[in-house]
């Protein structure tokens, strides 16, 4: 399953991609991120990077990681 389609649940009930968004941009752990279990990883990552959460290229660097699994 492509990191982008992937529902928030599904990347946070894996335990690597959770260990890689820690390492990557743990600050993006403090915020409820679980409430939006039926919404894609892409949605969700549009929405940080556009507000400036988490800056483009360590979204790009999760993404790749994940996609990598």
Known sequence: MD???MTVKD???N???VEIIRA???NLMKYPIKLFNKKTC???FDLVV???IVPENVAK???TAINAL
Request: net charge positive.
């Open 11 to 13: 990347c946070f009930d």
């Open 61 to 63: 660097e999760i993404e």
């Open 50 to 52: 556009s507000k400036k």
């Open 42 to 44: 892409g949605e969700i």
């Open 3 to 5: 990191f982008r389609s």
């Open 15 to 17: 335990a690597k991609c």
């Open 24 to 26: 990557k941009a743990p």
